[in-house]
């Protein structure tokens, strides 16, 4: 396939949390294994490795203040999305990060967010809320609620668009897909984290997807960031690599693999403010 022309990024804001008090003593998902110890500093390396080359790009990125007894807050796209300034804050599943929800809300509001909803429902913010410019993708299945849906189209004004997640490996939809263009809504995706009705849908409203395969999805390869761009995902999905450069992408690959013993990668860290 002939390479396509490189694509323009855009600049983008950005939320992270510093790995501060990272660590793994519960198991909330398959990744987790209390067994196996965190290399802390090696944590906080290779997340400001990706803090900084955000920067370098010109990004924006604002740091949320991390707190002791909530040793996940590094993965901060789970505690909103944010839409067009709207704020939809979180709910968690679990309660071992249940209060994470509340310091993300109060950050948004006293950074000037002036609409900011606690929700009724579980949703884990970016974690199972994926936005193109047509649709707000949806998972749902292991952690967040299908009620979640309706309340995010309600406060959004978007139309949701649910997808069943069947693989607990893949807990969270931006384990299995990644939005690589807002603007002209393209994605990709692993097919084998959905229900078949899903994968229908996705095929459907997506036909020209990125698909990878299971390799690239074991490697969290499908948890990562665009900027229209420029693809932040993990070192290790190099399947992934060439796919991307022949649409125009230019993929780089990082390696946070003292955070994906939390069962995050580079998406799980960054949560962007629209």
Same mark, same amino acid.
């Given at each position: 396939?002939?390479?396509?022309?490189?694509?323009?990024?855009?600049?983008?804001?950005?939320?992270?949390?510093?790995?501060? @008090?990272?660590?793994?003593?519960?198991?909330?998902?398959?990744?987790?294994?209390?067994?196996?110890?965190? %290399?802390?500093?090696?944590?906080?390396?290779?997340?400001?490795?990706?803090?900084?080359?955000?920067?370098?790009?010109?990004?924006?990125?604002?740091?949320?203040?991390?707190?002791?007894?909530?040793?996940?807050?590094?993965?901060?796209?789970? /505690?909103?999305?944010?839409?067009? /300034?709207?704020?939809?804050? &979180?709910?968690? &599943?679990?309660?071992?990060? !249940?209060?994470?929800?509340?310091?993300?809300?109060?950050?948004?509001?006293? @950074?000037?967010?002036?609409?900011?909803?606690?929700?009724?429902?579980?949703?884990? *913010?970016?974690?199972?809320?994926?936005?193109? %410019?047509?649709?707000?993708?949806?998972?749902?299945?292991?952690?967040?609620?299908?009620?979640?849906?309706?309340?995010?189209?309600?406060?959004? /004004?978007?139309?949701?668009?649910?997808? %069943?997640?069947?693989?607990?490996?893949?807990?969270?939809?931006?384990?299995?897909?990644?939005?690589? #263009?807002? !603007?002209? #809504?393209?994605?990709?995706?692993?097919?084998? &984290?959905?229900?078949?009705?899903?994968?229908?849908?996705?095929?459907?409203?997506?036909?020209?997807?990125?698909? &990878?395969?299971?390799?690239? !999805?074991?490697?969290?390869?499908?948890?990562?960031?665009?900027?229209?761009?420029?693809?932040?995902?993990?070192?290790?999905?190099? *399947?992934?690599?060439?796919?991307?450069?022949?649409?125009?992408?230019?993929?780089?690959?990082?390696?946070?693999?003292?955070?994906?013993?939390?069962? /995050?990668?580079?998406?799980?860290?960054?949560?962007?403010?629209?």
């Amino acid at each position: 396939m002939r390479t396509a022309a490189p694509r323009a990024a855009s600049p983008r804001r950005y939320l992270m949390c510093p790995p501060t @008090h990272f660590k793994v003593t519960y198991s909330i998902n398959p990744w987790m294994d209390p067994a196996k110890p965190v %290399d802390l500093p090696l944590a906080l390396t290779q997340w400001e490795t990706l803090r900084d080359r955000y920067r370098a790009l010109g990004h924006t990125v604002e740091e949320l203040e991390p707190r002791p007894e909530l040793p996940d807050m590094v993965y901060a796209a789970n /505690g909103a999305t944010v839409v067009d /300034g709207r704020v939809l804050g &979180a709910r968690f &599943a679990h309660p071992q990060r !249940a209060a994470e929800a509340a310091v993300h809300v109060e950050w948004f509001r006293s @950074h000037g967010y002036a609409v900011v909803r606690e929700p009724e429902h579980i949703n884990e *913010g970016e974690g199972d809320f994926a936005v193109t %410019d047509s649709w707000l993708l949806a998972g749902r299945g292991f952690r967040s609620s299908p009620l979640s849906h309706p309340e995010a189209q309600e406060f959004f /004004g978007r139309p949701v668009i649910g997808l %069943d997640l069947i693989d607990p490996r893949y807990y969270h939809l931006d384990t299995a897909l990644c939005v690589l #263009d807002a !603007a002209t #809504d393209e994605i990709m995706y692993y097919p084998g &984290a959905f229900s078949p009705g899903s994968r229908a849908v996705l095929e459907r409203l997506f036909p020209d997807a990125l698909v &990878a395969d299971a390799e690239d !999805a074991a490697a969290l390869g499908l948890n990562a960031v665009s900027d229209g761009r420029h693809v932040l995902l993990p070192q290790a999905a190099v *399947g992934l690599f060439g796919p991307l450069r022949e649409r125009g992408f230019e993929p780089i690959g990082m390696d946070l693999g003292e955070l994906l013993k939390g069962g /995050g990668s580079v998406k799980c860290c960054t949560q962007e403010l629209r």
